[in-house]
T-cell receptor, first 116, second 111 residues
Framework: NAGVTQTPKFRVLKTGQSMTLLCAQD?????MYWYRQDPGMGLRLIHY???????AKGEVPDGYNVSRLKKQNFLLGLESAAPSQTSVYFC???????????????FGQGTRLTVV | SQQGEEDPQALSIQEGENATMNCSYK?????LQWYRQNSGRGLVHLIL?????REKHSGRLRVTLDTSKKSSSLLITASRAADTASYFC???????????FGAGTTVTVRA
């Protein structure tokens, strides 16, 4: 049972380049999240999804887009990377008992992105 | 802004001592969760306490929740070197789907 898998694990981008981070989960979870983690700031929510075909903005959505075409996959896109997007990105998924009633979230191992 | 805020930011204790950290949040919640993150790794779920619960135990972990003060505490008893990690609280606000994290408490357990 793989849980939550993120690809790639590391990436270096030049300013202005684009890329897509892939998150895959095999637990049939409805909810999926993308966070970024910067030193001293904990995890900040970028976008999230409560089901296939749905996405919503989190705290820091600017500069990112997401898609959830299949229940098991949640993609995070950077259209034009900026140095401020240098961070560690985490994907998570969880089962829900209902609106706003989450259960434990399972996290991927993270993607370390550097934008130069 | 982030929903939860942990206190203290950092904690250093001797092996065998207890470690206590606190989390305060801003809005009414359904659940509060605590997670651990070892350096360079993803977060791992430790314990979930629902808004109608006041205390919960799991092994050496004890979590309390005071909804009137919008605060929670995590106690790790008889700490070990392997407990060295960052600890985060996470909340899902009532009526919301989002799971929001605080900035975390970094715990160092000295041998």
């Amino acid at each position: 049972n793989a849980g939550v898998t993120q690809t790639p694990k590391f990436r270096v981008l030049k300013t202005g380049q684009s890329m897509t981070l892939l998150c895959a989960q095999d637990m049939n979870h409805e909810y999926m999240y993308w966070y970024r983690q910067d030193p001293g700031m904990g995890l900040r929510l970028i976008h999230y999804s409560v089901g296939e075909g749905t996405t919503a903005k989190g705290e820091v959505p600017d500069g990112y887009n997401v898609s959830r075409l299949k229940k098991q996959n949640f993609l995070l896109g950077l259209e034009s990377a900026a140095p401020s997007q240098t961070s560690v990105y985490f994907c998570a998924s969880s089962y829900s008992r209902g609106r706003g009633d989450n259960t434990e979230a399972f996290f991927g191992q993270g993607t370390r992105l550097t934008v130069v | 802004s982030q929903q939860g805020e942990e206190d203290p930011q950092a904690l250093s204790i001797q092996e065998g001592e207890n470690a206590t950290m606190n989390c305060s949040y801003k809005t009414s919640i359904n659940n509060l969760q605590w997670y651990r993150q070892n350096s360079g790794r993803g977060l791992v779920h430790l314990i979930l306490i629902r808004s109608n619960e006041r205390e919960k135990h799991s092994g050496r972990l004890r979590v309390t929740l005071d909804t009137s003060k919008k605060s929670s505490s995590l106690l790790i008893t008889a700490s070990r070197a392997a407990d060295t990690a960052s600890y985060f609280c996470a909340t899902d606000a009532r009526g919301d789907y989002k799971l929001s994290f605080g900035a975390g408490t970094t715990v160092t357990v000295r041998a």
